[in-house]
């Protein structure tokens, strides 16, 4: 279909908001130095003008389609102020009154850097749901990363977010820290998901789109690669030490090579029997083919 929209590529957004309409508020990431990152560095960050926002929402809006969700592209679009949020929200709800759910992805210290008040006011101009990208739970793995954030900061973040009303989707890591730190990247990212208890929660696995000595030259550390199976008993050991009440639970991202779809933690014994089935006979593991796309 047609958009009144040139999008700064590359675009991207989260597998759930594919039949989202997504307007571009910031362009790359405000923090871009995560090194096993690749999305965003071709890209200087820059803040977009409400004009130009306001521009593109009023051309979606003459196409008089019925929009139901709405993403705020690029890599942080949390990153801008309460105050040019709530615009951005106010134009959207009033040029597309059939929006239900604005959502964008944020960094944990850009939510830490809003009251609980301002959030409040975010939720109620329209914002729903954030995606969360907390990597891990372990600070040396954080660290060796370059992410800039903590345990701390991470569980604030996403506990300021539950306070508020906003929903929040957290995203972990597979394979991370390698093998050296794989057990301490697991079990302390299970140890985060306990204690925020998000409403949704995924994991993905790490992947080199330039080749994984670029990405050893970023790691601040000693990277060793993990095979297949390797990931899978990460993942098991993940799995084993999570204690979530009511979060929706997906690894079914193009990244992962087994999916998992369900319900934390009515479905984790059913989730630890598949793995172990993966794990015995290597059944319902997806292809390195469909991981590429």
Known sequence: MYLPIEYNQPLFRPPSEAKSLILQVTLGCSNNECAFCEMYKTKKFTVRSFEAIKKEIQGVSNLNIPVQKVFLADGDAFV??????????????????SVKRISAYALPVNINKKSIEELKQIKTGGIGMLYVGIESGDDE?????????????????MLKLKEAGIKASAMVLTGLGGKKYSRQHAIKSAELLNRIQPEFASTLVLSFPYGIEKFKEEFKGDYIEMETNDLIEELKLFMEHLDLKETIFR?????????LKGNLGRDKEKFLSQIDEALKHKSNLRPEWVRGL
């Open 251 to 259: 690894s079914d991202h193009a990244s992962n090579y087994l999916v």
């Open 141 to 157: 793995v954080l660290s060796l990363v370059t992410k800039g954030e903590t345990f701390s900061s991470s569980e604030k973040a």
């Open 80 to 97: 801008l102020s309460p105050k040019r949020l709530i615009e951005i929200c106010s134009e959207v709800n009033k040029q597309l009154p």
